[in-house]
């Protein structure tokens, strides 16, 4: 049978990595990523996804993790996902959601819809990303446009490193944006990954 494969998001790499290596797994799997920036644009994820499966798998005959939720695809991916049984993807509308667990997700999304959510990696990126990324280094003026129905943000942080939450305050403060943090772990990712996992082996 041949190896299972992992199609993951970039802004994973870390976390996925230490979730696979703390599961036995790292070795039993082949994993690959696509660029981070796909985030800023969610339309190009499915066809990126596409291109890398035709190259890694294709006769459609290995288990395939999908390294996303749905991620702003607009129900794209369960599309692609459901003309593929051997595809599986994780839970969720955003991987905030399964960083944070769907409790706690729909606990802060129902207290403040206009939230804007930080993982680790998109605290230490933010400025590559988001800033630069939404083209607000150039063009300001555009920040109403972008964040002015927002109201905060929240770090989701996997670790505790003081970097990261120093990086996150300071996105927030750029924002003109209330800042909050919850510490989240890696056990709702864990979860999330290696049940799924489970289901594609």
Same mark, same amino acid.
């Given at each position: 049978?041949?190896?299972?494969?992992?199609?993951?998001?970039?802004?994973?790499?870390?976390?996925?990595? #230490?979730? +696979?290596?703390? %599961?036995?797994? !790292?070795? *039993?799997?082949?994993?690959? $990523? /696509?660029?981070?920036? @796909?985030?800023?644009?969610?339309?190009?994820?499915?066809?990126?996804?596409?291109?890398?499966?035709?190259?890694?798998?294709?006769?459609?005959?290995?288990?395939?993790?999908?390294?996303?939720?749905?991620?702003?695809?607009?129900?794209?991916?369960?599309?692609?996902?459901?003309?593929?049984?051997?595809?599986?993807?994780?839970?969720?509308?955003?991987?905030?959601?399964?960083?944070?667990? #769907?409790? +706690?997700?729909? %606990?802060?999304? !129902?207290? *403040?819809?206009?939230?804007? $959510? /930080?993982?680790?990696? @998109?605290?230490?990126?933010?400025?590559?990303?988001?800033?630069?990324?939404?083209?607000?280094?150039?063009?300001?003026?555009?920040?109403?446009?972008?964040?002015?129905?927002?109201?905060?943000?929240?770090?989701?942080?996997?670790?505790?490193?003081?970097?990261?939450?120093?990086?996150?305050?300071?996105?927030?403060?750029?924002?003109?944006?209330?800042?909050?943090?919850?510490?989240?772990?890696?056990?709702?990712?864990? %979860?999330?990954?290696?049940?799924?996992?489970?289901?594609?082996?």
């Amino acid at each position: 049978m041949a190896t299972p494969l992992v199609l993951a998001c970039g802004a994973l790499v870390a976390e996925l990595r #230490a979730v +696979l290596a703390a %599961a036995g797994l !790292d070795r *039993e799997v082949e994993v690959r $990523y /696509l660029p981070a920036n @796909l985030h800023n644009r969610p339309e190009r994820i499915v066809p990126a996804l596409e291109a890398l499966l035709a190259e890694a798998d294709p006769h459609h005959d290995r288990a395939v993790l999908v390294g996303y939720a749905d991620c702003g695809t607009g129900g794209g991916l369960d599309r692609l996902l459901d003309a593929r049984p051997n595809l599986r993807r994780l839970p969720g509308s955003h991987c905030y959601e399964f960083f944070a667990g #769907a409790d +706690l997700f729909e %606990a802060l999304h !129902d207290a *403040e819809p206009g939230t804007l $959510y /930080l993982t680790d990696y @998109l605290a230490k990126h933010f400025d590559a990303l988001l800033w630069q990324g939404l083209g607000l280094d150039r063009h300001p003026e555009l920040l109403p446009a972008y964040f002015g129905n927002y109201r905060r943000v929240v770090l989701l942080s996997q670790t505790e490193r003081a970097d990261v939450l120093e990086a996150a305050a300071a996105a927030a403060a750029r924002l003109g944006l209330a800042f909050e943090h919850r510490h989240v772990g890696l056990q709702p990712f864990s %979860a999330a990954v290696t049940v799924q996992l489970r289901k594609v082996a």
